[in-house]
């Protein structure tokens, strides 16, 4: 059973980058065609999708934050982060990791982290 925990700050000032880091257990981040999300849900609002690291190291953003969106990845540590820079208020929001795999050119979402909440303000 594939296991996420999401690890961060809690509060970040504006402007400033949000930093999150999802440790894995159960299983790799390397394993064939898993590929590793990050999602996250504002107060009040729906789930959306940020971007994914796959399997291989590939990459892949949400056209609307991809100017602002890095993920990596630390094979080593069985590790993917997320980096959001030049934060606003309207990012606050629960954020979550998942893992799943890819079917039709759409991620499936199998396993969750408990999400953390990060809230930006000053």
């Known amino acids: 059973q594939v296991q996420l925990q999401e690890s961060g700050p809690g509060l970040v000032k504006p402007s400033q980058t949000l930093s999150l880091t999802c440790t894995v257990s159960g299983g790799s981040i390397t394993t064939n065609y898993y590929y590793w999300s990050w999602i996250r849900k504002p107060p009040g609002k729906g789930l959306e999708w940020m971007g994914a690291i796959a399997y291989s190291g590939t990459t892949d953003y949400s056209p609307s934050l991809k100017s602002r969106t890095a993920i990596s990845r630390d094979t080593s540590k069985n590790q993917f982060t997320l980096q959001l820079s030049s934060v606003t208020p309207e990012d606050t929001a629960v954020y979550y990791c998942?893992?799943?795999?890819?079917?039709?050119?759409?991620?499936?979402?199998?396993?969750w982290g408990q999400g953390t909440q990060v809230t930006v303000s000053s």
């Open positions: 998942v893992a799943g795999g890819l079917t039709g050119g759409k991620y499936e979402y199998d396993y």
